[in-house]
């Protein structure tokens, strides 16, 4: 299970680069917008300082809506860095585009998955990862985990490559979900990520053990 962190705020890609689990970033156009990132150059280059700061994958998403335009600006990002990976709408340019950056050799993430349907055809267009948002699905009363369960089931049936991202994840208890429907990567804020560590009996043991060596050791 690959941990991505879902952010574009480089303090908090840093902290969780820090904590030595991280496999990757992910951002769309809502995030970059929320660190106050605007105009073409700027964007490439935070996609650029975000790849130096981990190790993994960086989705980084087209803004087009046309094929022509969506290919375009998808060969301009993966020129960024090696670590980018192409994020893609899954409308019907977007899953042609996924096609075209694929046998192209550039890596693609399709983005606002909703549907087993969607994710089919982005796996037969090759994209590298498809990205079901969950916790959206649940905001409509639908269960986004059931999603993950389905096209976990759906790519291990055809032995699809394409890996299975769950986004849209908001809080720890997603991340358990995630992992026991068989996601290959949680995309997560990393306050959830920190929560995975939360435990009573941890701080209790501890707390205890401390008092204990302290009592023979003072
Ligand atoms: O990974 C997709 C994510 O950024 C969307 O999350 O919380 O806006 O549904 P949210």
């Given at each position: 299970m690959k941990f991505f962190i879902d952010t574009a705020n480089l303090d908090q890609i840093r902290e969780a680069q820090d904590l030595g689990i991280l496999d990757g970033v992910t951002t769309n156009p809502s995030l970059m917008a929320k660190e106050g990132i605007k105009g073409d150059e700027n964007v490439k280059n935070h996609y650029k300082a975000i790849c130096d700061i981990v190790d993994g994958d960086v989705s980084a998403e087209v803004i087009a809506t046309d094929y022509e335009g969506m290919i375009k600006e998808g060969e301009i990002l993966a020129a960024l860095h090696p670590q980018i990976v192409v994020k893609v709408p899954a409308t019907r340019n977007g899953i042609k585009s996924i096609k075209y950056l694929s046998t192209k050799g550039i890596r693609t993430n399709c983005t606002l998955v909703f549907s087993v349907g969607q994710a089919l055809l982005a796996a037969k267009a090759g994209a590298t990862y498809v990205s079901p948002f969950i916790g959206r699905l649940d905001d409509t009363a639908t269960d986004g985990i059931d999603l993950i369960y389905k096209i976990a089931d759906m790519f291990s049936s055809y032995n699809f490559d394409t890996q299975l991202l769950a986004a849209?994840?908001?809080?720890?208890m997603h991340i358990i979900q995630c992992v026991e429907a068989g996601a290959d990567v949680a995309t997560c804020p990393l306050d959830a990520i920190l929560g995975?560590?939360?435990h009573p009996l941890t701080d209790i043991g501890l707390e205890k053990f401390l008092s204990d060596h302290k009592k023979l050791n003072s």
């Open positions: 849209s994840v908001r809080h720890t995975l560590l939360n």
